[in-house]
């Protein structure tokens, strides 16, 4: 079982966590730990630097959370079997790219299935993904390595 909590504490390191409405690196209205804000939310249409409480970006956090795991489990079912360290690898990279960008590292994914360590982490830094993200790839390579 992956370890929930382990995970929310690397997010907030990679994503970062900002208790107000802020624009992402797109100009998307976001808030908490990478929480971009639909038009359902109630913070949409609000301005940036709205205060948003601890306890909606922790609600936004494990919804979010729910979405990826629930896109992985649909997806690649077999990603369960890995060790917890790995589970957190593949749900924080789908958590950063979002399902769609995630399932194209086609190489990758291959070699996690078939646990080459090695290949998988060479394939996690041979992505545009690696250049954007900087640290964050160079932390989840080395976890994908080392388990």
């Known amino acids: 079982m992956m370890d929930r909590n382990k995970l929310i504490e690397e997010l907030k390191v990679d ?3 900002i208790d107000e409405i802020y624009e992402d690196h797109l100009g998307f209205a976001t808030f908490g730990v990478g929480h971009l804000i639909l038009e359902h ?3 949409f249409g609000k301005p940036v630097g709205t205060p948003v409480s601890n306890d909606r970006i922790r609600e936004c956090l494990n919804k979010d959370i729910d979405i990826v795991c629930s ?3 649909k ?3 077999w990603w369960r079997g890995l060790g917890n360290v790995r589970q957190r690898v593949l749900a ?3 958590f950063n790219l979002g399902y769609p960008r995630f399932s194209k590292f086609k190489k990758f994914l291959e070699a996690v299935k078939k646990e080459d360590w090695e290949k ?3 394939e ?3 992505s545009k993904w690696a250049t954007q993200v900087g640290d964050r790839a160079i932390r989840l390579k080395e976890k994908m390595y080392n388990g």
């Open 41 to 43: 939310d109630p913070e």
């Open 15 to 17: 994503e970062g966590f």
């Open 75 to 77: 997806n690649i079912p």
């Open 71 to 73: 896109e992985l489990d």
């Open 92 to 94: 924080n990279m789908c």
């Open 124 to 126: 996690m830094m041979d």
């Open 120 to 122: 998988a982490s060479v």
